[in-house]
């Protein structure tokens, strides 16, 4: 699906992801303050968990021709993506406190 799309359209997709994503960062790092990775670094982390979830759907062959399919699991992927994230930094952090 991504690889059909023209290179404005696919801009266009990432700057709305990511302005969304930006969004959601903000409210994510106000809610996790020192856990959570701030708000540009959320932002990063969810749109690359977006991308990476319709990336992963279209791999095992799952047509996105539907746009509430393609942002199921597009958000899917992005919180799949922050959580495992900050399950890791909570896990290393806990680990290295005395």
């Known amino acids: 699906m991504l690889w059909n799309l023209d290179p404005g359209w696919l801009m266009m997709a990432i700057a709305f992801v990511a302005v969304m994503a930006f969004f959601f960062g903000a409210a994510l790092d106000a809610i996790m303050k020192d856990d959570g ?5 959320n932002m990063a982390l969810f749109t690359a968990g977006f991308f990476g979830g319709v990336l992963v759907a279209n791999s ?7 746009l509430q399919l393609a942002t199921a699991w597009g958000l899917g992927g992005a919180f799949a993506l922050i959580s495992v994230l900050a399950l890791i930094k909570a896990a290393i952090t806990r680990m290295l406190q005395p």
Do not use: K
């Open 60 to 66: 095992y062959g799952i047509t996105l021709r539907d």
């Open 37 to 41: 990775f701030g708000p540009t670094g």
